[in-house]
C-alpha cells in the first residue's frame, strides 16, 4: 500500500466554484500499473487513473517523474485522412477512431520517432 500526495486538477479553476476547493488529494491504495504519465492505483473501491505530472509526493517523499516534453504530430492515416496525435504530460492521445475505441493505436508509435 502507499500514500499519494496529489495535485487537486481543479485547484487552478477554484475562484469558479462556490465551494472550497482543497490543493492537494490523498489516496492510499497499491500501484496496479503504470504507463508514461500515469498510475493506477487501485483502492477498496475504486481504481484511480493519476496523472504522474501531478503525483507531489509518495508515502511523505516527494517525487517527480520524467515524463518528457509535450509532442503534437500530424500523421497521414491509411485512407488519406489526418490525424492529431499528441503526448501531453506523459498522457498520449490521438483523433482517430480506434483511439476513441480502445484507447491505443497504431499512429501513437509515430511519437517516439517525432
Ligand atoms: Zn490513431
Known sequence: MVKVKYKNPIWERRDRYGFPISQYQYYTGS???ETPGE???KSDKFLHCLAKASIIEIDDSPVSF???EDKRITV???K???YLVERVMGIDSCSCPAF????RCKHLLHLDAA
Not at 476513441?100 to 484507447?103: A, E, G, P, Y
Open 31 to 33: 500501484i496496479v500499473s
Open 39 to 41: 498510475m493506477y492505483l
Open 66 to 68: 520524467d515524463i518528457g
Open 76 to 78: 497521414d492515416g491509411s
Open 80 to 82: 488519406g485522412n489526418k
Open 100 to 103: 476513441k475505441f480502445r484507447k
